[in-house]
């Protein structure tokens, strides 16, 4: 049951909180090559990729020196605070005090800048709808690394973790290169939802585990955990967004 459970809640984590980000990737690659042609956009975001794969090559041995405690200390420490920013993100959309992200304005926004900027392609400017392209895949690219060996390496299941992350970067590049268009129907703020409660349900669990505590339950705690996260997050809204919709 603790290795289902681990097995499941590593690669369902990873994969969702990799999904949104490459969803956020895609649509700029998309603007770059809908606005200025597919070889800088494609080739900036190959190479960003290819520093995405050096930068795992360099943390990898890395991590195996980090003694385990050690490692699920710090781990669950920066896997809780950066949950609780996702989770607190999406409460303030879910009431209303921030607004949710529109693909489709991203899209139409980068691929404005893109038009004007293609006046200067003939100066040879058009290295900037590459680095346009390299910028937000290698952005996005090193949230999901550092997802993929939080998620990942208290547990020594990086390759589950990044089995999650290369999966769901593989939908949603299908996904793109399929219709053409930003996935704009995703329900990208009910994604970031999950995974802020998966992540500081992670970063809770494994944060008390490397101080020494023994969770009731062992690993399924991290499921309870989840719950309670949820369940106070939804009561939030609950409370919240009345109040903000009430007329001054």
């Given at each position: 049951?603790?290795?289902?459970?681990?097995?499941?809640?590593?690669?369902?984590?990873?994969?969702?909180?990799?999904?949104?980000?490459?969803?956020?990737?895609?649509?700029?690659?998309?603007?770059?090559?809908?606005?200025?042609?597919?070889?800088?956009?494609?080739?900036?975001?190959?190479?960003?990729?290819?520093?995405?794969?050096?930068?795992?090559?360099?943390?990898?041995?890395?991590?195996?020196?980090?003694?385990?405690?050690?490692?699920q200390f710090v781990v669950g420490v920066l896997?809780?605070?950066?949950?609780?920013?996702?989770?607190?993100?999406?409460?303030?959309?879910?009431?209303?005090v921030v607004g949710l992200h529109d693909e489709?304005?991203?899209?139409?926004?980068?691929?404005?800048?893109?038009?004007?900027?293609?006046?200067?392609?003939?100066?040879?400017?058009?290295?900037?709808?590459?680095?346009?392209?390299?910028?937000?895949?290698?952005?996005?690219?090193?949230?999901?690394?550092?997802?993929?060996?939080?998620?990942?390496?208290?547990?020594?299941?990086?390759?589950?973790?990044?089995?999650?992350?290369?999966?769901?970067?593989?939908?949603?590049?299908?996904?793109?290169?399929?219709?053409?268009?930003?996935?704009?129907?995703?329900?990208?703020?009910?994604?970031?939802?999950?995974?802020?409660?998966?992540?500081?349900?992670?970063g809770l669990f494994w944060t008390g585990e490397?101080?020494?505590?023994?969770?009731?339950?062992?690993?399924?705690?991290?499921?309870?955990?989840?719950?309670?996260?949820?369940?106070?997050?939804?009561?939030?809204?609950?409370?919240?967004?009345?109040?903000?919709?009430?007329?001054?």
């Amino acid at each position: 049951m603790a290795n289902l459970t681990t097995v499941l809640s590593v690669a369902g984590a990873s994969f969702a909180a990799s999904f949104v980000e490459a969803v956020e990737a895609l649509t700029i690659v998309l603007a770059v090559g809908l606005a200025r042609g597919w070889r800088p956009a494609l080739t900036g975001a190959a190479a960003a990729l290819a520093a995405l794969a050096l930068i795992v090559a360099v943390l990898g041995p890395l991590i195996g020196a980090v003694p385990l405690r050690a490692l699920q200390f710090v781990v669950g420490v920066l896997l809780l605070m950066f949950g609780l920013r996702w989770l607190r993100k999406a409460i303030l959309r879910a009431i209303g005090v921030v607004g949710l992200h529109d693909e489709d304005a991203a899209f139409q926004r980068q691929t404005g800048e893109l038009t004007e900027a293609e006046r200067g392609q003939e100066l040879g400017l058009d290295w900037i709808a590459g680095a346009a392209a390299f910028k937000a895949v290698l952005l996005e690219g090193i949230e999901v690394v550092f997802i993929v060996i939080a998620v990942g390496a208290a547990r020594g299941r990086i390759g589950l973790a990044s089995a999650g992350a290369v999966a769901a970067s593989i939908l949603v590049a299908a996904i793109g290169a399929a219709i053409h268009r930003p996935l704009a129907r995703v329900p990208e703020n009910a994604l970031k939802f999950a995974v802020g409660v998966m992540l500081s349900a992670f970063g809770l669990f494994w944060t008390g585990e490397s101080l020494g505590v023994e969770w009731p339950g062992g690993d399924p705690a991290i499921l309870a955990f989840a719950l309670i996260f949820l369940g106070v997050a939804a009561a939030l809204v609950a409370l919240l967004k009345p109040r903000l919709a009430k007329p001054a």
